[in-house]
Each structure stands twice: as structure tokens, then as C-alpha cells.
Nanobody, 120 residues
Framework: QVHLVESGGGLVQAGGSLRLSCAAS????????VGWFRQAPGKEREFVAA????????NYADPVKGRFTISRDNAKNTVYLQMNGLKPEDTAAYYC?????????????WGQGTQVTVSS
């Protein structure tokens, strides 16, 4: 069982930065793949970024490539999403998800989300 809590969201002007954190409970978190997703009002949830258990394997959605960086600190059971160059279209609720090997992120454990609002 893994419990996830996101934090770090807020209101920021376009061009600004935020760092989201996803803190996890559970002794096996370091063995989980973790991803960030977002959902804007009236839109479907979309993938943002993901990171493998060791932190070496990462991948990003095209809209955030070059602006967002996902990282993890397994000693702290935390995954981060550094967001730079924020745009109004990045406004959404951001969720982290974690899954063990063999299970998709969508079917894994999810946090409650943190709101990011980017003003123009």
C-alpha cells in the first residue's frame, strides 16, 4: 500500500516556476515507477512526466519537454516536478501516481492533487 500526498501548487505568473512534491508512505516506494498527470477544467486527464525506480529513466509529454523536470529522492520517498517557463495552458490540477512493475500508472496509487494556476 502506498499513500501519496502532493504539495507545492499555487498561483504564479506566466514565465514563473513552481516545484511540486509527491511524498509517499510505504517502504517499497523506491521500487515504484512514479508519474505526474494533470487535468484542466473541462478536459481529460493527461500525462505530464514519469520516472523509473532508479531515477535514471524519465519521459515527458511533448508540451512540457524542456520546461519541466521530474526527479526523485528515494531516501525521502519523494518525487518532484520542477516546472519552469510556466504558461497559462499549464493551469490544471496536478496529480502524482505510483505503480509497481507490471502495472500501469493509471491503475496504480493516486494522490489527491495540487492546483497550479498560471496567470497571463
Amino acid at each position: 500500500q502506498v499513500h501519496l500526498v502532493e504539495s507545492g501548487g499555487g498561483l504564479v505568473q506566466a514565465g514563473g516556476s513552481l516545484r511540486l512534491s509527491c511524498a509517499a508512505s510505504g517502504r517499497t516506494f523506491s521500487m515504484y515507477r512514479v508519474g505526474w498527470f494533470r487535468q484542466a477544467p473541462g478536459k481529460e486527464r493527461e500525462f505530464v512526466a514519469a520516472i523509473g525506480p532508479s531515477g535514471i529513466d524519465t519521459n515527458y509529454a511533448d508540451p512540457v519537454k524542456g520546461r519541466f523536470t521530474i526527479s526523485r529522492d528515494n531516501a525521502k520517498n519523494t518525487v518532484y516536478l520542477q516546472m519552469n517557463g510556466l504558461k497559462p495552458e499549464d493551469t490544471a490540477a496536478y496529480y502524482c501516481a505510483a505503480s509497481p512493475a507490471g502495472l500501469s500508472l493509471q491503475r496504480g496509487y493516486w494522490g489527491q492533487g495540487t492546483q497550479v494556476t498560471v496567470s497571463s
